[in-house]
C-alpha cells in the first residue's frame, strides 16, 4: 500500500520536486520492507520443509564487519543513535561459513535493537573468538549485542524464537515486521551447531 500510494502521489507531483522526493524515500523504505518480508517467508518455507543448507566457503571477518555496517549504518544515521563495535581476540580472521546466513544473524539482530531503540539512543556489539571444543580446526565466535531500547516483556522472551511471535503491546505496535526474523535466525544459529 506505501509503494502503490507513494507512487500515485508522486506521479501527481511531478511539479513539485520536494514532494517527489519524500514520495521516494517513503517508497524506498516500503520496498525494503517489503523485500525483507518476502525474503523471511521463503526462508521460513525453506526452514520448514527442511531445505536450508549451509554454503561454506573462505570468508574475511573484516570484510563481513565492513558490509555489514554499510548496511546498517543509514539506518542508525536516521535515528541519530550511537553504535559502538568492539572486536577482540580474534586469531582467525579468515574462517570458512556461510557468508550469507552468518551476516543475514547479524543484520536481524541489530535490524532489531535499531528498530526498537529510540532516537538517540546506544547500541553495542561485540565479537570474540573462543577456542571451540571441536578441536583445533575449528573456532568459536562469541556475538555479544546490547542496547537501552524498550525490552521486552519475561513471558515474551520465552516466546521471541516462535514464528510469527510478536509482543503485544502499544509499545511496539508501531513497528513493522512479521515477527519471523528471529526465528530463521535461530535455525541459522542451530544449523551452525551455535546457540543464542
Do not use: W
Not at 501527481?12 to 525494503?32: E, Q, T, Y
Not at 570468508?59 to 542508525?76: A, D, G, K, W, Y
Not at 541489530?110 to 556489539?125: Q, S, W
Not at 542451530?190 to 543464542?196: E, K, P, V
Amino acid at each position: 500500500n506505501g509503494i502503490m500510494g507513494m507512487t500515485s502521489l508522486a506521479i501527481s507531483s511531478l511539479d513539485n520536486p520536494p514532494k517527489v522526493r519524500s514520495c521516494l524515500k517513503k517508497i524506498n523504505v516500503s520496498s525494503r520492507h517489503l523485500l525483507g518480508l518476502i525474503n523471511d517467508m521463503l526462508d521460513m518455507s525453506k526452514l520448514e520443509s527442511g531445505r536450508l543448507t549451509l554454503h561454506e566457503e573462505p570468508l574475511s571477518l573484516r570484510e563481513v564487519m565492513q558490509n555489514i555496517m554499510t548496511i546498517i549504518r543509514p539506518q542508525i544515521q536516521e535515528k541519530d543513535q550511537i553504535f559502538h563495535m568492539y572486536i577482540y581476540d580474534i586469531q582467525h580472521e579468515n574462517i570458512c561459513a556461510d557468508r550469507v546466513r552468518f551476516s543475514q544473524i547479524l543484520l536481524n539482530i541489530l535490524g532489531n535493537a535499531v528498530k526498537f531503540t529510540p532516537e538517540g539512543g546506544r547500541i553495542l556489539m561485540e565479537l570474540r573468538e573462543e577456542a571451540s571444543p571441536k578441536g583445533d580446526s575449528f573456532t568459536r565466535l562469541h556475538l555479544h549485542f546490547g542496547d537501552n531500547g524498550i525490552g521486552m516483556s519475561p513471558e515474551f522472551q520465552e516466546r521471541i524464537f516462535e514464528a510469527f511471535a510478536r509482543e503485544d503491546n502499544a509499545r511496539v505496535a508501531k513497528e513493522a515486521g512479521a515477527g519471523m526474523g528471529m526465528t530463521i535466525t535461530k535455525y541459522i544459529v542451530d544449523a551452525m551447531q551455535g546457540t543464542i
